[in-house]
């Protein structure tokens, strides 16, 4: 059986706190997610002064490249960070931003890449990648199917195994954005495994993902949904990422089982005591020629003839006298 992959999303929850980042390792361990994902934002390298905030949520940064800055960590805390993912058994991922932060992270050690949707044009950082060897998840979020073509065939000369995720880019999204009829639709077109990137703040999204066929989950966590950044009213909460992985195994366990409806055999007892055999609802003498009005069935399912027979008795002629809730025998009939 190949185990849904799922990634539980930190992204900048953190806030730019260390022991913070640790904290929610350690949760997300006990939740029992496969991975943990970070960003890794190298403020210099990845923005200027003049990227606007996508919202306005900081109370404590002026410009969008300050903000970044702050949640820079260096590269001996990401080492940490990625030791401390190794000791309690998660994948460290972390989403790059940039070329520097991809030379950051293979000094790292990372086992794969995950791409942001909105750097899926950036050959630039995605052919360094690429050249690495390793696995690269893209996000499908802000890119249409020919987008996502043309990144698609920039990448696979390259020959990393690639797999996509259905991604809408809004926070929270509603139903009518979840897309899980895209699902399908990019397996169908694209012939690679295809996952999904979630923003609902539910578990039923990715569970609905899981069902129909996602092999890979990805959301965003946070210990509250009331703490501050631009991603926690889209996020998940410890408990519910616990109950959604709870939920995709429990999924995994019924589409892999042996269950089959070839083989009913041993619910033979409860059809026999949950069947119906054919009963007189009233008293009928010999001679009678019974009417569909005349019949009941009565539990259980291995008094002389089925309810399913009924067919066969009606405008039979009685052989004895017969009182009324009396089961109906094939000896009872001409």
């Given at each position: ?17 260390l022991g913070i980042a640790h904290s929610y390792i ?106 690495t060897g390793k696995p690269i998840i893209l996000s ?46 990019l397996k169908d077109k694209f012939q690679i495994p ?141």
């Amino acid at each position: 059986m190949n185990k849904v992959f799922i990634i539980a999303e930190i992204a900048q929850a953190h806030e730019g706190s260390l022991g913070i980042a640790h904290s929610y390792i350690d949760a997300l361990a006990k939740a029992g997610v496969d991975a943990v994902k970070f960003q890794t934002h190298i403020a210099e390298a990845e923005s200027s002064v003049f990227e606007s905030f996508r919202v306005n949520f900081s109370y404590e940064d002026t410009t969008r490249m300050e903000y970044w800055k702050r949640m820079e960590f260096t590269p001996e805390q990401w080492k940490g960070l990625k030791e401390h993912c190794d000791q309690v058994g998660v994948e460290f991922i972390s989403s790059p931003f940039s070329c520097a932060a991809v030379d950051l992270l293979e000094e790292i050690g990372v086992l794969r890449y995950k791409i942001g949707s909105g750097e899926l044009n950036n050959y630039l950082m995605l052919q360094k990648i690429a050249a690495t060897g390793k696995p690269i998840i893209l996000s499908s979020g802000m890119s249409d199917y020919n987008e996502l073509e043309q990144t698609i065939r920039f990448l696979s000369p390259y020959g990393n195994e690639l797999s996509l995720l259905q991604c809408t880019t809004a926070y929270p999204t509603v139903a009518s954005q979840w897309g899980l009829s895209e699902i399908q639709k990019l397996k169908d077109k694209f012939q690679i495994p295809i996952g999904f990137s979630d923003h609902s703040a539910g578990i039923v999204a990715p569970l609905a993902a899981v069902a129909i066929g996602a092999s890979i989950l990805e959301f965003h966590v946070v210990f509250s949904k009331e703490m501050f950044g631009p991603d926690a009213k889209a996020s998940l909460t410890i408990e519910e990422t616990k109950a959604l992985v709870d939920g995709v195994r429990s999924i995994e366990e019924s589409l892999y089982s042996n269950y089959s409806k070839q083989d009913v055999s041993k619910f033979n007892d409860l059809k026999i005591l949950f069947g119906k055999s054919l009963s007189i609802n009233k008293d009928l003498k010999k001679g009678s020629t019974l009417e569909i009005s005349d019949l009941e069935s009565k539990k259980p399912g291995d008094k002389g003839i089925s309810a399913k027979e009924y067919q066969n008795v009606v405008g039979k002629e009685l052989l004895v006298d017969l009182k009324q809730w009396d089961f109906l025998n094939p000896e009872n009939l001409a």
